[in-house]
């Protein structure tokens, strides 16, 4: 059935390979980022096989999705649990992200009703202004955590590039080191300063040796889509094409343009397959023109041999392949060979 978005299983633990052995070099551990595709459990195992340490996701649906699955490995909750999530969080999440005092406190009464001890690592907010406190506001923050007998501070960290598009940098990454120093006593494993978007430093070999302090890293986009966020361009030896979504050709008829030789093609797909991502054609001299909710519009160029009932592919953004893959109207295949 179509839409289809295909995911090849091999090829993205491939990329996890390719990526955890680069982290790695540089001192740090990989939690694989699983919200994109859901939870996906058959995603999660290939980017565990492929090296990584552990997994993190938003939503404790997903959380819940990988358990049932059997998956034991360590799970960190990226977002900060509402307060009512708080007694789930404990139960399944192993760690989690956290900023704000009512909510640690809520952690920690769940943690003992639980019997258990949940770890944490708080946020500081670097210039995304997304999540976390100011750097003047960590030091209180971190030991009011301290004091609470049920949780345990791991580590603290930031985002980069997911809300207001502030990238890493080296001064802003030697910032968060700076802080890191300051208040660490030595119980922290783990300075959590890294998605997939410093990557790119990493690869442009602007990865100096005070920035090896950051030794977590919460990758996802460049896992799937194998690329640099910064440039769009396929990371070092690893493959764009993990995900690929099929539509199917529903209607072909001539371009109203009579000067070229064109066709203009109807595709059974529109925004609640993509949402507000984008799609590109592969291997076809294809141009998407317009989209509603249920429909694409495409104009193929030149001569082809597309006609009702065949299938087109699309390479996926990251916006358009979390649409994707958590709707409803899509088919999922999964791919365990090289193509």
């Known amino acids: 059935m179509w839409p289809k978005l295909a995911i090849n299983l091999v090829k993205l633990q491939h990329n996890t390979e390719i990526i955890t052995d680069m982290v790695e070099l540089v001192g740090g551990v990989v939690f694989a980022v699983t919200k994109v595709v859901g939870g996906d459990p058959r995603c999660a ?32 909750l990226l977002r900060s649990p509402a307060m009512s999530e708080v007694r789930e969080a404990v139960q399944l999440a192993d760690l989690s992200l956290n900023s704000d005092k009512t909510v640690l406190q809520a952690l920690n009464r769940e943690a003992a009703l639980e019997g258990r001890i ?19 506001d960590l030091p209180s923050l971190v030991e009011f955590a301290r004091g609470l007998k049920h949780l345990k501070l791991v580590g603290i960290g930031t985002n980069f590039a997911c809300l207001n598009r502030v990238w890493p940098s080296q001064p802003k990454l030697k910032a968060l080191v700076d802080l890191y120093h300051r208040i660490n006593d030595g119980s922290m494993i783990y300075l959590s300063g890294s998605n997939s978007s410093s990557l790119h430093l990493l690869v442009n070999n602007q990865w100096d040796q005070p920035l090896f302090a950051i030794n977590h890293w919460r990758i996802g986009e460049s896992l799937f889509l194998g690329w640099d966020l910064v440039t769009e361009q396929p990371l070092p030896q690893c493959y764009p094409d993990v995900c690929r979504l099929e ?64 299938t087109l592919a699309f390479s996926l953004d990251y916006q358009a392949l979390l649409a994707a893959a958590n709707s409803g109207y899509v088919t999922i295949e999964y791919l365990d060979w090289l193509s």
């Open 118 to 136: 949940h770890q944490v690592i708080l946020m500081v907010d670097l210039g995304e202004e997304r999540e976390g406190v100011a750097p003047e």
């Open 45 to 76: 195992r290939a980017m565990l096989a492929g090296g990584a340490l552990g997994l993190a996701d938003s939503r404790l649906q997903n959380i819940r999705r990988l358990r049932r699955a059997g998956i034991d490995a360590p799970v960190l």
């Open 247 to 310: 539509l199917e050709v529903i209607e072909v008829k001539p371009d109203t343009d009579r000067h070229r030789q064109a066709a203009r093609v109807l595709l059974a797909g529109g925004t609640e397959e993509i949402g507000c991502g984008v799609i590109m054609p592969v291997g076809q001299d294809v141009r998407i023109v317009a989209a509603s909710s249920d429909h694409l519009v495409a104009v193929v160029e030149g001569e082809h041999k597309i006609e009702v009932g065949s």
